[in-house]
């Protein structure tokens, strides 16, 4: 077995990983044998030198992700394994060969024991996203054995990972590690997107809210509709699909709101009933009397991390409220948090206040959470991030 670099822990702090949480925290270290780099394969062991895991070290807060709880040379056949377990469970959950949709996550980080890695699939176009300096040094190896394991099935492998490591990558690489592909078109429950994976927000798409769009078709007949923060027009889509008679969509970026009427296009061909609004979201509802019967609000992180959750949530407060008051009489608003550190329950207190502050009459008809090719880690559960609340307002 290959001998990599130690790192202590201090006597008393190896409780978590016993229980399998996946992060090492730099407080738990008591020192480290050897002088791994940012990125190198690490085996955390306790104060007395026994092995308890083997992960990637990192700089900052969270010191070690871990990879495995066993010994491990993590070669070509470790990370092998751990694909073909990932990309199985979304064979057995049905998510292959659908003619119907064929965009999903193919690994969820930590909730498929990857921590810092993501890889989404666009009918073939596969798009891999290190959020970590040891995951990005496998990626050739990971586009490698994801083509092996799909064949035919794969057609490109994507790195998009500049977005989120761009201070680690010194190395100008190859983007395109298998393959290339323009734009590419995917089907979600039917309905057509274009996919920007190169230069789109995230990996192109948001893929975790594809439940909640589905559902909010269920409510959007002959309704008046707002998509606020719409991006590539996901929920628009859906809401026309569904027969809306209006649908506005809004977002900030101008080409955002390029994407979503291309989408929107792709669908319905050029109908006069969608509106778009390049726009800051507060100051379209500081003037009141929109008077939407549904209403969406999916805004970005408001908090990154721990030191911005008060400010988060006092934006969450004020853009749910001035959407409540921005609903007709018996109106639906979908409202969403993707912040991790916002907790499921912090979300629903602040959605409480915001309806408080209305006055107005509000039931919750749905909790919503992210889907099943986005699984938690039992022993993570840090990887609950997607929060959704669908309300009734009379
Ligand atoms: N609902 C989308 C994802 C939303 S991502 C989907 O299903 O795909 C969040 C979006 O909010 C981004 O497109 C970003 O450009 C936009 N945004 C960020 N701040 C904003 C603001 N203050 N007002 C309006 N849009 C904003």
């Known amino acids: 077995m290959q001998e990599f670099p ?22 738990a270290i008591k020192g480290l044998a050897g002088k791994p780099e940012e990125g190198d394969i690490v085996e955390v062991v306790d104060s007395s030198g026994n092995y308890l895991a083997t992960g990637h070290i990192q700089n900052g807060s969270i010191s070690v992700r871990i990879i495995s709880f066993e010994q491990t040379d993590a070669g070509k056949d470790f990370w092998k394994t751990k694909f073909e377990k990932a990309f199985e469970m979304r064979k057995s959950l049905g998510f292959f060969n659908n003619p119907d949709t064929n965009v999903f996550r193919l690994v969820h980080g930590e909730g498929d024991g990857f921590p810092g890695l993501i890889v989404d699939f666009y009918n073939g176009v596969v798009v891999i996203q290190a959020h970590s300096v040891g995951m990005w040094r496998h990626r050739k190896l990971f586009a490698e054995v994801i083509k092996e394991i799909l064949g035919e099935t794969c057609v490109a492998v994507y790195d998009k990972s500049e977005a989120t490591l761009h201070t680690a990558m010194e190395e100008e690489g190859e983007k395109f590690l298998v393959g290339k592909s323009e734009n590419v078109l995917v089907k979600e429950y039917g309905n057509s997107f274009e996919i920007d994976f190169q230069t789109g927000q995230k990996t192109g798409f ?92 999916d805004p970005p992180a408001f908090a990154k991390h721990k030191q911005a959750l008060n400010n988060a949530l006092k934006a969450y407060r004020r853009i749910n409220e001035a959407a409540i008051r921005n609903l007709n009489a018996n109106g639906i608003l979908f409202a969403f948090s993707c912040s991790q550190v916002v907790s499921k329950d912090d979300f629903r207190k602040t959605i409480f206040e915001a309806a408080a ?36 307002v009379e």
């Open 6 to 27: 130690k790192v202590y822990l201090k006597p008393g702090r190896d409780h978590s990983l016993k229980r399998f949480h996946l992060w090492v925290f730099s407080g």
């Open 206 to 297: 948001f893929i975790d809210q594809r439940e909640s769009r589905k559902l909010l078709g269920n409510y959007c007949k002959g309704k008046k509709v707002a998509n606020i923060f719409s991006y590539t027009g996901g929920f628009s889509v859906y809401a026309a699909a569904s027969g809306a008679t209006v649908v506005d969509s809004l977002d900030s970026s101008e080409k955002a709101i390029e994407l979503a009427k291309k989408n929107m296009e792709l669908n319905f061909g050029a109908k006069s009933a969608h509106h778009y609004f390049a726009q800051d979201a507060f100051e379209f509802f500081k003037k009141e009397g929109n008077n939407y019967d549904v209403i969406v609000l």
């Open 357 to 392: 502050n209305t006055g107005r009459s509000v039931k919750i008809l749905h909790q919503l959470t992210q889907p099943a090719d986005h699984p938690i880690n039992i022993y993570h559960p840090e990887g609950e991030y997607l929060k959704g609340l669908v309300l009734f």
